[in-house]
């Protein structure tokens, strides 16, 4: 392969560094007041991207031994890069206005680029070094969007959190890949090393296998926030600025379970007895400690970190069932939580800046309270939340119906009944904590009669998220195939 | 053929209704509550138009389009759904006029009408889905309308409390419900796969009630019993059965109008409804032995569930002081009564659903004007305390009457043996009661010489008499016990009041028998005779079931009027001529009257016992525990226990950064340990 193949091959990595390298030196030139330039071009940048993508073929299109075996486009790649560069195009859209203004803009859209950048090649990457480079890059990324509101004393604790944490899983992670090196003679690429297993079982089965296991299901747990290694991802969603909670819940997390789904299911499928146990009970209890955890916050991002906790469960299941329906439902679980997710904090991030706007010492601007009556103060913003909040809870004709079934019913399939009984009982009590604030939108009096009006470039990040929601709810078909197709590449 | 074409607006004229009132009410007169009234009189209409269409052809309609995969969305009006559709059109277009006088003075009009506009829709969606999964989205879709308007005046914190309770209690039900559709839907896979191996073909809806019907006999029995036994679950959360009725007294914190449509006359009979719905598969089920336990077969069981709360709830009605709680839990007993006439089904086959489906309508038509006549005392007296009402007959002439006249319904007071062209004569509930005690428990009784369903319905019909008439004695007649100066309600009440009373009287006698024929043509006879010999039962016909009837002795013909009159001459003993002293057996000396009006001590047993003492002594979680009663207080324990357990797990979140580490390292070690018992395994 040739370097004008691989660039073309690559076009969207290619565009989006092009584009961050360009927005970092566009604002050098620029005035604060004129920065608001860089959040159009990085729009334009990530939907040239995705464009490319879609283009491209997302179906049936197969490509390896890119670059030393160390990368590869499948439909799997392209369903989560795809995923990726909506959730950037969806938060950039949003943070248009949200840091209008502000003097940091440029590294703002930079590092989102950046952080994209990495998501991207970890869905690619079949090498296990290529694999956590990618890692590496969308975290530092997103460890420094973080502690974006430095003067805001939460966003900075949120971020020094999210990277102790991070970097403590960072270790672990690493650690277990190492033994994985160590064991195989010092293969990396995942082809090879699931080749290498499947024909020597023993090596994996050895205590040092099960060691290697261990240390990298503890390093995805946190990307994943699966419980117990959830602990920084409430204190962080919440601390940090809304518009980067939606690309740390929908975006960076989702990229730990294409990580996994290749390290996990291809490379080491010769213990799948041992990932299966480990999950399930990971799985259980993450779904439940989420979902109940979740019925006493008071602060949406709170609930909603928690919220996105359990679903990071409901996800998880995929490692106990191993089958090709249970990946295609995890594999649409992933992007219909991606729309439901950023729209849900995309909102509460619109309402946010609106309140600040009218009062800028308001506190606590994501308390329940402030979306009392909101019904009355701003219909298409409490309409649109409570579309992403019913989606969250898996109402029919939306994005999480559609997802949850097919999962669930795969796990049902799989005859992991206990498993399915847990989630759907979860998924019975999650209904009333989204319904409480639907109650608290719709049933309660406003604090205050004036309107409120959204911002265009929030409303129409908005509206992206939710055509995505019910496109999914109401048309599954396509996106059910597409899915399937990309399950399809891990040939369980 | 045109109504083919328009049945989808049946339900979705509500739905703009719904969200016009919500954008524009508060611009319009009276909050916007003549955009639904316009939308579901339209619907009324649809309603009717499909009803002739049916009739005539004797073909049911059926619209459905492709969803997702084995998946499809869709209509279905056959005669059974035909019925209810025009009775929750037709009650509903009554209760939104009424509300517009009722509700006139109060300033959350039009999230009032938005809501139950809403409402309608998502009932609708219940009579109209042709398919399980659709039935079960548009049940919750109510759930959530009852939650939002039990609620209504959400300042008061016992609506706001009453609220939750209704919304927890049936979600109860509604987790079976779903857990059943879950078995069922992987039972029909399993059912097609064995068919088609290569693949189900498409255009085949798993879900599809026509699909179910035609697959029952492949389904695994214990499968089959298993899931019906679910269905029930749901149906007795959303119908108040026995023992998660507990919600439906307290959701009377609503406004009456609300308790009227939704508690009374629709959504509560949405688990009649689901029984009657998917009756071919109940009565298929047969007894199982599962794990060493004998379940029964699950027409029994929703036979004896609904017997017991028919006479459980009865007994609870006859000592209560509020007057819409009376009428709860009278709602309560006459949907026992439905379900009991349902688990007549195992002998006497589609006539079960006929008779259920008639007491049903009948029940729509007197209770909504029970309901309305004490929202119209209600809102002219100040008070829902029947010690505080009395002779407000001379002042609210036709609120009087109409109460009067739904009173001999509910009771069941008519003329015995005297039929004219087959039809008995009496009040709706005469008619549909005394179908449901002969032809169908007495029936039933005969045959399989089990006489506890019988016992049931007879004792329930006694003290029904009784505790209406007590409500209406204590009303209506009498000194005045009050000061204020009670006053006639406007014309939309009265007008509204005046034709649900007409049909409360004369209901029942005008179309007993073509409602019967016509309902029965839901479902063919001959597939019910196969089915029930699936459960090992054997369905007899309908001139073998009159022939019973007719040939039992005059003493059991007689029995469902004199326990009506009876009741009725008791209660004008105790509550109008007040021979026997009231004071002498209600007040708290008398054991009996102690028991029930504590009712059952179910608050001491659950809330003290149980929750206080083994929540807080044994666990020490802290929860308030306000409530009152048996199922209550589990549910109330529940939730305060994952509330509580919230609250102690939320402590867990430190915020130091140290502690989320050791989480991390402990998770590790967490694993390690999953890991190692596999390998002591």
């Not at chain 1, 359990?310 to 090709?324: E, L, N, R």
Request: with cysteine; proline share 4%; glycine share 8%.
């Amino acid at each position: 392969m040739n370097y004008i193949e691989l660039a073309s091959e690559f076009a969207p990595e290619l565009i989006l560094t092009i584009g961050a390298l360009a927005i970092m030196m566009i604002g050098l030139f620029l005035a604060n007041s004129q920065k608001k330039v860089l959040g159009y071009l990085a729009t334009i940048f990530l939907a040239v991207a995705s464009l490319v993508i879609v283009y491209r073929g997302i179906y049936d299109i197969q490509m390896e031994g890119i670059l030393a075996d160390s990368l590869t486009i499948d439909p799997m790649s392209q369903f989560f890069k795809l995923t990726f560069l909506v959730v950037s195009l969806i938060v950039v859209i949003a943070s248009i206005k949200e840091y209008d203004g502000h003097s940091n803009q440029d590294e703002y859209y930079t590092l989102i680029l950046l952080g994209t950048i990495g998501m991207m090649v970890v869905a690619s990457a079949i090498d296990i070094v290529t694999m956590f480079i990618g890692f590496e890059l969308a975290s530092l990324s997103t460890y420094a969007l973080a502690g974006f509101n430095k003067k805001d004393p939460n966003s900075l604790e949120a971020a020094v959190k999210y990277f102790i944490i991070g970097a403590l899983s960072s270790a672990l992670l690493l650690f277990g890949l190492s033994y994985i090196y160590g064991m195989s003679g010092g293969l990396t690429n995942i082809s090879e090393l699931a080749v290498f297993f499947n024909n020597n079982p023993a090596v994996l089965q050895s205590p040092m296998g099960i060691i290697a296991l261990m240390l990298i299901v503890a390093g995805f747990g946190f990307k994943m926030a699966l419980v117990p290694f959830h602990m920084w991802a409430p204190d962080t969603y919440q601390g940090a600025p809304t518009v980067i909670s939606a690309l740390l819940a929908a975006g960076s997390k989702k990229m730990a379970f294409v990580a996994a789904f290749r390290i996990l299911l291809i490379a080491m499928i010769a213990i799948k007895i041992d990932i299966a146990m480990v999950f399930m009970i990971l799985a259980i209890i993450t779904m439940t400690l989420g979902n109940v955890v979740a019925l006493s916050q008071r602060s949406l991002k709170r609930m909603l970190a928690y919220s996105s906790v359990a679903q990071a469960g409901y996800i998880s299941m995929v490692f106990v069932v191993m089958s090709p329906e249970a990946l295609t439902g995890g594999i649409l679980y992933v992007m219909s939580h991606a729309f439901m997710k950023t729209g849900a904090f995309i909102a509460v991030a619109a309402l946010g800046y609106m309140l600040l706007k009218e009062n800028s010492n308001a506190k606590d601007v994501d308390h329940l309270d402030n979306f009392a009556g909101l019904g009355k103060r701003s219909p298409f913003l409490a309409f649109s939340i409570m579309i992403f909040l019913f989606a969250l809870a898996g109402i029919p004709f939306t994005a999480g119906f559609v997802s949850k079934f097919i999962l669930f019913l795969s796990v049902l399939e799989g005859g992991f009944y206990l498993l399915v009984i847990f989630a759907i009982l979860n998924s019975a009590l999650s209904l009333y904590y989204y319904a409480r604030v639907v109650k608290y939108m719709y049933v309660l009096p406003p604090s205050s009669d004036e309107k409120l009006k959204v911002p265009g470039t929030y409303a129409v990040a908005i509206l992206l998220a939710i055509i995505g929601v019910l496109a999914i709810g109401i048309v599954p078909e396509p996106f059910i195939n597409w899915a399937a197709s990309a399950a399809n590449v891990l040939g369980l | 053929m045109a109504v083919d074409n328009i049945v989808y607006l049946i339900p979705a004229l509500p739905v703009l209704a719904f969200v016009l009132t919500l954008a524009f009410g508060k611009k319009l007169p009276s909050g916007g509550g003549y955009i639904p009234i316009l939308a579901i009189a339209i619907s009324c209409i649809i309603s009717v138009m499909a009803f002739l269409q049916i009739y005539n052809t004797g073909i049911p309609i059926e619209v459905s389009a492709h969803w997702f995969s084995v998946l499809n969305v869709g209509i279905l009006i056959d005669p059974l759904a035909s019925v209810m559709l025009m009775m929750v059109t037709f009650v509903s277009l009554l209760i939104h006029i009424y509300a517009i006088g009722y509700m006139a003075h109060d300033p959350g009009k039009p999230r009032y009408f938005a809501e139950t506009a809403l409402f309608t829709a998502a009932m609708l969606g219940v009579v109209l889905a042709d398919n399980i999964l659709q039935f079960f989205i548009a049940w919750e879709l109510v759930g959530l309308c009852s939650y939002l308007l039990i609620g209504f005046w959400f300042r008061k914190p016992t609506a706001a409390a009453a609220a939750k309770k209704a919304f927890l209690t049936t979600r109860v039900g509604d987790v079976l419900f779903l857990a059943g559709i879950v078995i069922l839907y992987s039972s029909m896979r399993d059912v097609f796969l064995e068919r088609f191996p290569a693949g189900i073909p498409d255009g085949t809806y798993l879900l599809q009630f026509s699909t179910i019907f035609d697959n029952i006999s492949h389904i695994d029995p214990t499968n089959l019993t298993i899931i019906t036994l679910l269905f029930f679950g749901g149906a007795v959360g959303k119908s108040g059965q026995f023992p998660l009725h507990v919600w439906l007294p307290d959701a009377m914190e609503g406004p009456t109008t609300v308790s009227a449509l939704i508690h009374a006359a629709t959504m509560v009979t949405a688990g009649v409804y689901l029984v009657a719905r998917t009756f071919p598969m109940f009565i298929a089920s047969p007894a199982v032995e599962l794990a060493g336990i004998t379940i029964p077969a699950t027409l029994t069981v929703v036979a004896y569930i609904g017997g017991f709360t028919a006479l459980f709830a009865s007994t609870m009605g006859l000592v209560m002081n509020d007057i819409k709680r009376v009428l709860a839990f009278s709602t309560i007993s006459q949907l026992g009564y439905m379900m009991l006439a349902l688990g007549m089904g195992s002998v006497i086959g589609v006539a079960a659903v006929g008779f259920a489906m008639f007491h049903l309508i009948n029940h729509a038509f007197f209770k909504a004007c029970l309901f309305l006549c004490a929202g119209s005392v209600i809102h002219s007296t100040g008070t829902n305390d029947l010690r505080e009402m009395g002779g407000l007959m001379s002042k609210m002439k036709i609120t009087g009457i109409t109460m009067l006249f739904s009173s001999l319904a509910l009771a069941g007071i008519g003329i015995p043996f005297l039929k004219i062209i087959g039809t008995p004569i009496g009040t709706s509930g005469f008619v549909s009661k005394d179908a449901i005690i002969l032809e169908g428990s007495y029936v039933f009784a005969n045959v399989t010489h089990d006489w506890i369903p019988f016992a049931f319905g007879v004792l329930a019909a006694l003290l029904t008499a009784i505790y209406t008439f007590r409500l209406w004695f204590m009303a209506f007649t009498g000194k005045p016990r009050q000061e204020r100066h009670p006053h006639e309600s406007p014309a939309t009440m009265t007008g509204v009041l005046s034709i649900l009373a007409v049909f409360a009287l004369v209901f029942g006698m005008l179309t007993f028998i073509p409602f019967n024929i016509f309902v029965g043509h839901t479902y063919d006879h001959h597939e019910i005779e196969e089915l029930a010999g699936l459960a090992g039962n054997h369905v007899i016909g309908h001139d073998e079931i009159l022939d019973i009837a007719h040939h039992a002795s005059p003493i059991i013909t007689l029995l469902p009027v004199i326990v009506g009159v009876g009741g009725l001459l008791l209660a004008w003993v105790i509550y109008n001529r007040r021979w026997i002293s009231v004071a002498s057996i209600g007040n708290m000396r008398n054991p009996l009257f102690k028991i029930l009006a504590k009712r059952y001590y179910q608050h001491e047993i659950f809330i003290e016992l149980i929750s206080l003492k083994f929540t807080y002594g044994v666990l020490a979680l802290a929860g308030e525990f306000s409530d009152r009663k048996i199922v209550d207080g589990i549910i109330d324990g529940i939730s305060s226990f994952i509330i509580g357990g919230a609250e102690v797990l939320k402590k867990i979140q430190t915020g130091v950064v140290q502690n989320y580490a050791t989480a991390t390292v402990l998770g590790v070690g967490l694993i390690a340990l999953i890991l190692s018992l596999r390998w002591v395994i």
